[in-house]
Structure formats: structure tokens, C-alpha cells
């Protein structure tokens, strides 16, 4: 069966209010993703496609307030993985921190994940950062921030694929992950430790006032 297809107008719609309320940019050679991403939207609001759910959204400003959130998650792409970009983190623990600490002997190191996804920067920032405190102590915190909501639910989580979790080297696998405790579910969780040195806050950062909005969702992850 022939998809309806978003209108050109009905494109540009969508697409300005992506940037002015959420500080996205979605260019015309991100047209057929969006497409297939609101008609799956359209799908579960048991809407008959893009024009329908285009006549929805549009029409009532209620409806499109509650809708929003809706369109952030699916704007987003979220690719990420556990040490992603393994030279960022090799940067970060041979030079970055080594400078920092010559620098600000005292202070604590704070590092701000701003797009953080599913969690995984952000953890691996937290092992690559507790494996360095053993060289010598200091403290540190990160912020790891997010637009949309359905990514930090599954921050929040902090539990993955087992599979999912092989990027992170054994050494670190067996001091920072939980496995769950039927082997066949196949899950791993990052591990909380007490006496927290630091707190990684995962929260709904609004991109247009550079405030936490006010549905902001706080989360404390204490490790030590
Ligand atoms: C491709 S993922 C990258 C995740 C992680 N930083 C990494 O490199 O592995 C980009 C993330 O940035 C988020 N994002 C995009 N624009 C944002 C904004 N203005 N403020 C906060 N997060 C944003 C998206 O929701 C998405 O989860």
C-alpha cells in the first residue's frame, strides 16, 4: 500500500516548530526519516497517517502542548555506546585531567555530558574517572543531560544488554557492572557504590532557555 506522504508545507511546519521549541535543526534530507518516525507516532495514536496526525497536532493548542514531547523523542537520534570514541576518553585521562589537576589542585573535576542519550557517556566517563582517582584522589561530578525523556528513562535504568556492555573492558566490566542474577536474562546494571564521591544528575534540559525545565527528573547516582 502507497504511504501518504508528509506535504512540503506540512514538512517545514513540523520542522520549525522542532527548532524553535526544542533548538533542533531538521533539514529537508531529514524528511523521509521524520516521515516514517511520525507515522509510526500516527500508528500508535490510531491515527490513519501523517496528514491526520499533521491535522491533530496543528489543530489544538493543547493537544500539541501534550504532543511534544512526543516529537522531541522522535526528532532525537540517539546512537551511543559504552566508550564510544575510545581516544575521547584516552584524551581525557592522559591529558585533560592531568592538566585540570596541575591546575585546580583542590577543586572538584566537573564534566557535563550534555547529550547524553541512553547513559552510556556518561557512565563510561564515571569508570574512566573512578579508575583515575586511584592514581591519586580527587573528586568529581558529572551532569549528564538529555532532551528527550524516553532516552533518560532508560539512563536512569542504567541496566543494558549484556551484549550491549562488551565495549567496556573486563577489567572495568567485573569492578562496575551487576549481572543479573538468572545468567539467561542476559542484563548487566552499573553498580552503586556507598560513600558517594560523586553524583551524576540526569536531567530534561531545555535548549532554548538554558534552564532546567521545570518537569526537570533528578536522578542521584552515588559511586564511590
Ligand atoms: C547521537 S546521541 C549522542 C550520545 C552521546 N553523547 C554519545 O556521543 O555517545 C545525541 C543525543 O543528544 C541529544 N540532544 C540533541 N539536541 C540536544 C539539546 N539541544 N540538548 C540536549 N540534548 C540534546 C539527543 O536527544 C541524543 O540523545
Known sequence: MQQAELT?????????????????????????????????RSRELGLEDVHAYHERFFSDPEVQQEELEHLLNLATTNKTDFFREPDHFEFLAQQALPAWRAR???GPFRVWCAGCATGEEA????????EQQLRGSFD??????????????KAMAATYDEEHASPIPLTLRKKYLLRSRD??????KI????????????????PKTTEFAPNSMSFFFAMS
Not at 557512565?123 to 573512578?130: A, P, R
Open 123 to 130: 557512565y563510561t566517563l564515571s569508570m574512566v574517572l573512578m
Open 104 to 106: 585546580s589542585p583542590g
Open 140 to 153: 568529581f561530578t558529572i551532569l549528564a543531560t538529555d532532551v528527550s525523556t524516553r532516552v533518560l528513562e
Open 8 to 40: 512540503s508545507k506540512q514538512f517545514d511546519d513540523f520542522s520549525t516548530i522542532i527548532a524553535d521549541r526544542l533548538g533542533i535543526k531538521m533539514p529537508a534530507t531529514k524528511r523521509t526519516m521524520l516521515q516514517s518516525r511520525l507515522l509510526r
Open 183 to 188: 545468567p539467561s536474562v542476559g542484563l548487566v
Open 191 to 206: 553498580a552503586p557504590r556507598s560513600a558517594p564521591t560523586y553524583a551524576l544528575v540526569i536531567s530534561i534540559f531545555s
